[in-house]
């Protein structure tokens, strides 16, 4: 049976193509814009976007597993309950969501509030699902590198109670393990909700530490103030999500992102590896710059 997947060019939905088709999955995706999209030629692509009824009946026809990634946007649960009611009236049963660890904790941080929604939506709808929660994402620190490499300067604001960051790699491949599985079962499933963390737990302290010795020369944290932060991403993004990225800084550092028991042994588990490491991607980052 045909997998779709939405958020499909992104980071993470353009790994779980990849993660998909090596496990031998019929794939679909839904873009925006095919032309742009470069996917192999057995991938099915549907023209389309996330608020066009008819283009997401189109992409749900024939389709038995979906993996529901909603970027952030001021519409994001407009799209995720259109998608959900769409595919249940396809008859389409079973669901991967990309959610966000602590969803239903940081719940002032809109993002944050409109998994939590989706979540309870899965829920209520019966669907067969696994729930992926992941922390803040390794991957973001490419947009401070500049920062780090030429000023000495880890910015990020996350505090000093830790965030276990997750490589976006990991966060596909148990996507698509989740995926496979879900198509491959038959009769009603539990809703499962796994965590995906990083192996290791780093202040802001602690990921400074990190480049310093990856760099072999001083790297500074930049300090717990969301303010300046704020301005900075402002430069480059809509003021609205710069804001609610400072209402997520303010959660990292009054909350931190910490694992729960067992997390990371469960991740291990399931991928059959060790997880990618914070380290492993600054040394990779610094060789490439």
């Known amino acids: 049976m045909t997998i779709l997947v939405t958020g499909a060019t992104g980071r993470v939905g353009s790994q779980v193509i990849e993660q998909l088709l090596k496990r031998g999955a019929d794939v679909r995706v839904l873009v925006r814009d095919p032309a742009t999209a470069d ?5 099915d692509v549907v023209q389309g976007e996330m608020l066009n009824i008819d283009s997401l009946r189109r992409a749900f026809t024939g389709v038995s597993t979906f993996f529901l990634l909603n970027a952030v946007a001021p519409d994001e649960f407009t799209q995720a309950l259109l998608a959900l009611n769409i ?53 973001n620190e490419v947009m401070v590198k500049d920062v780090i490499l030429n000023h000495g300067v880890y910015p990020m604001p996350i505090g000093g109670k830790g965030i276990a960051m997750v490589d976006a790699r990991d966060i596909a491949e148990v996507a698509a393990i989740e995926l496979v599985r879900l198509d491959q079962a038959s009769g009603k499933l ?5 965590n995906l963390v990083g192996p290791d737990t780093l202040t802001g302290a602690g990921v400074a530490a990190i480049w310093t010795d990856v760099l072999d020369r001083p790297v500074v944290y930049g300090g717990d103030d969301p303010s300046g932060f704020e301005q900075n991403v402002a430069n480059f993004m809509p003021k609205w999500m710069a804001y609610e990225m400072r209402l997520m800084a303010e959660r990292y550092v009054s909350d931190g992102m910490i694992p729960e028991t067992g997390d990371v042994e469960r991740l291990t588990k399931i991928l059959g590896r060790e997880l990618h490491t914070y380290r492993d991607f600054a040394t990779q980052l610094a060789l490439s710059a």
């Not at 996917?39 to 991938?43: E, G, I, N, Y």
């Not at 539990?190 to 796994?194: A, D, N, R």
């Open 39 to 43: 996917f192999p030629a057995h991938v």
């Open 87 to 139: 595919a249940r009236e396809a008859g389409v049963e079973r669901v991967v969501y990309l959610s966000v660890l602590h969803a239903d904790r940081f719940v002032n941080v809109p993002h944050f509030a409109v998994k939590s929604g989706a979540e309870r939506m899965i829920e209520q709808m019966g669907f067969n699902a696994t729930i992926l929660r992941p922390a803040y994402f390794i991957d």
């Open 190 to 194: 539990p809703i499962v909700t796994l």
